[in-house]
């Protein structure tokens, strides 16, 4: 394509980004239109005003928070049938496809690689890819069906995760995995100047695990979800090693109660557990962030015992595609995070960083629960689905999630 350098300065300058041609002369022909491509498509009103909201304290005095209800799955007695018999018929005919979300930098565990290669130190040395792989293939073999697997993936780690499936001859399930890249917003310096990358190109960072719902529509695995005659949508993290991406209970429960949404939670671990949880936010269905609720609404409990926020949101969901074009078309509110990014200066300088410099980004996927009209949520067991991979020692790392794998599949 050909830019109108003329025009592409001019809007430079009307946002104060010059400097990000300062070393447009000393790239080559490809990185030229790459690097005019890049600030083409950069959105300089949002840029702006995120940047502006760093410099706002972040209180939605607005926002009324309420508990939500939910359903507890070992409590369904003779409903568990009923539910399952739905959600298996809908399994059985192909109404289901998987996305696993594998796009985040993972920079609390601190692996060399996409987080979904780590091997968690298991007898096997199965990687998370491989255990998420293996679970897929055997429902699918349960129900005699092929589960489609969506994987995301970031521009940051798509070649490593496609190069590690290639080596890996994709588990053997290779005609129904398809990898699709996550959106990108640039990463700003504390004055609101756009950085630029090593490679003399914009440094963008992956836009959050929000960005998925955009990102199906835009790459067109919705379409190709359509094609299979998919019609319902489990999303879910690459880090949980439990996690049940197929489950009738969900899916009858779903289709059963006509939502095109529904969650899965489990008990939070004590009321301050820095956990997100499922709750209402001026009626609609939404996550309130631990941060987010005062002591007494963190203690407080039903006439059951049961918290009232405390069915934590552990990254597993269920939609309906509907729900999903609907999610992907609306534009979700971005979250700031302050991170340490290398950049090149405007004297051609590589910076490394020893403390965070630079704002990232990112939308959160639970802010678009509001778009839909109801949710249902299913508290699960923990021990039963929740085995997160997100610290490199400690609580959530894979010397927990490996206990609980192990635990659960009566390995050892
Ligand atoms: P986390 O929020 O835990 O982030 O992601 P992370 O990247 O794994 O780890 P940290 O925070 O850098 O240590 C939860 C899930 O969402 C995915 C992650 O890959 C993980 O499966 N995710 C997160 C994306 O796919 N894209 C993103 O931009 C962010």
Redesign the pocket.
């Given at each position: 394509m050909n830019y109108d350098i003329a025009e592409i300065k001019y809007k430079l300058k009307k946002y104060g980004q010059e400097h990000l041609l300062n070393f447009y002369d000393t790239l080559d022909e490809n990185k030229k239109e790459e690097l005019l491509k890049q600030i083409n498509e950069i959105n300089f009103e949002l840029i702006n005003s995120l940047y502006s909201k760093t410099k706002e304290s972040t209180k939605n005095e607005n926002v009324q928070i309420e508990p939500m209800s939910f359903i507890d799955k070992s409590k369904l007695n003779d409903k568990y049938k009923f539910y399952e018999d739905i959600g298996k018929k809908a399994i059985k005919e192909g109404k289901l496809a998987v996305v696993?979300?594998?796009?985040?930098?993972?920079?609390?565990?601190?692996h060399n690689g996409?987080?979904?290669t780590f091997d968690i130190g298991l007898d096997s040395h199965k990687s998370l890819f491989e255990l998420l792989c293996d679970y897929i293939k055997e429902e699918s073999r349960k129900y005699d069906v092929q589960i489609p697997w969506f994987i995301?993936?970031?521009n940051e780690n798509n070649a490593d995760t496609i190069e590690f499936f290639k080596k890996n001859k994709y588990f053997g399930y290779e005609k129904n995995i398809y990898f699709f890249i996550?959106g990108e917003l640039p990463m700003v310096d504390t004055e609101g100047k756009i950085l630029i990358g090593e490679d003399g190109l914009i440094k963008e960072?992956?836009?959050?695990?929000?960005?998925?719902y955009e990102s199906l529509i835009k790459s067109g695995m919705i379409q190709k979800m359509k094609e299979r005659g998919v019609e319902w949508v489990f999303i879910?993290?690459?880090?949980?090693c439990l996690v049940k991406m197929v489950d009738p209970i969900l899916m009858g429960i779903a289709i059963d109660e006509k939502v095109t949404a529904a969650g899965k939670s489990v008990v939070k671990a004590n009321p301050y557990e820095k956990v997100g949880a499922f709750c209402k936010k001026n009626g609609r269905p939404s996550v309130v962030e631990y941060s987010e609720i005062t002591e007494d609404m963190a203690k407080a409990t039903d006439e059951n015992g049961n918290l009232l926020y405390g069915e934590s949101h552990i990254?597993c969901n269920l939609f309906n595609i509907v729900a999903i074009e609907r999610m992907g078309n609306t534009p979700l509110p971005y979250h700031i995070a302050f991170k340490k990014a290398t950049y090149i200066d405007k004297d051609g300088n590589k910076i490394v960083p020893d403390s965070p410099n630079a704002y990232k980004f990112?939308?959160f996927?639970f802010d678009a629960f509001g778009e839909v009209d109801n949710m249902v949520i299913l508290r699960v067991k923990r021990e039963d689905e929740f085995a997160?991979v997100?610290?490199a020692t400690g609580v959530d790392s894979p010397e927990t999630a490996r206990k609980l794998y192990n635990d659960f599949y009566k390995l050892s």
């Open positions: 696993t979300m594998a796009g985040g930098q993972g920079t609390r565990l601190g996409p987080k979904g995301m993936t970031s996550q960072a992956a836009d959050g695990h929000g960005g998925v879910g993290g690459v880090d949980n990254l990112e939308a996927l997160p997100k610290n």
